[in-house]
């Protein structure tokens, strides 16, 4: 009978033995669930990696945008060359204005051909006047500069030069006109041979080249020679 002392106290360890157990299962689940916790926490690691991710997409958004900027800026460049290429090229062929061409329609009239060949003769007796119409038929203000005035006989041939006053005219307005009386300038006649170089009582022309904006005008006409003896 003294043997349930003992059966007690076994059964007592037993069961002290047993809560050990449960505690260090316990203590298992617990580090099980630090274990989990920390893969749990190798959750934030794998958020760093996403964030890895991320970044490396990130890397590529900023490098995309910067090959999208730098072709928008060679775009940005191409366009401003070509508009001030056209500038130039638009600023370069002058303005419409500048560019415009001159043009002068140029007529003569009224001539007269007169010289004194008294016995006393001169080196140069002849006179001469005439009316010079312009008109300026083209689209930009023009003038016009004698270039040379020749007496032409009836055979076509260039038998004497003179000078004439005035010698410019204009500017003439587009569409617009001058009638100008001109006259032989004295002591101009080349050559300076007195009533040997026209002829008393004949035909001659009298031929004016005009410059106008660099490109001759030729106008011209006729009279008889009157002479005083």
């Excluded at 730098?70 to 090229?89: H, L, Y």
């Excluded at 140029?106 to 312009?134: K, N, R, W, Y």
């Excluded at 038929?137 to 003038?143: K, L, M």
Aim: with cysteine.
């Amino acid at each position: 009978m003294r043997l349930f002392p003992c059966t007690l106290t076994l059964a007592l360890v037993l069961a002290a033995c047993g809560d050990d157990a449960t505690g260090t299962d316990s203590t298992g689940s617990t580090s099980a669930a630090s274990t989990e916790g920390s893969s749990s926490g190798g959750t934030p690691g794998t958020t760093t990696s996403a964030d890895g991710s991320t970044g490396s997409s990130g890397g590529e958004t900023t490098a995309a945008s910067s090959g999208e900027t730098t072709a928008g800026s060679t775009a940005g460049e191409t366009e401003g060359e070509t508009t001030a290429a056209t500038s130039e090229g638009s600023s370069s062929e002058g303005g419409s204005t500048d560019g415009g061409m001159a043009s002068i329609d140029a007529a003569m009239s009224g001539l007269m051909i007169f010289q004194d060949c008294m016995p006393i003769v001169p080196p140069d007796p002849v006179g001469a006047s005439f009316t010079l119409e312009l008109t300026n038929t083209g689209d930009v203000p023009a003038s016009a500069t004698v270039v040379s005035a020749t007496f032409i006989n009836a055979g076509g041939m260039a038998v004497g030069t003179i000078d004439v006053s005035p010698n410019a005219f204009g500017p003439i307005a587009v569409g617009g006109n001058s009638m100008t009386v001109v006259t032989k300038v004295p002591n101009s006649l080349t050559p300076p041979n007195g009533c040997g170089v026209v002829q008393c009582f004949q035909g001659y022309s009298l031929e004016l080249e005009l410059d106008v904006d660099g490109s001759p005008v030729l106008v011209s006409d006729t009279a008889n020679v009157d002479c005083v003896f």
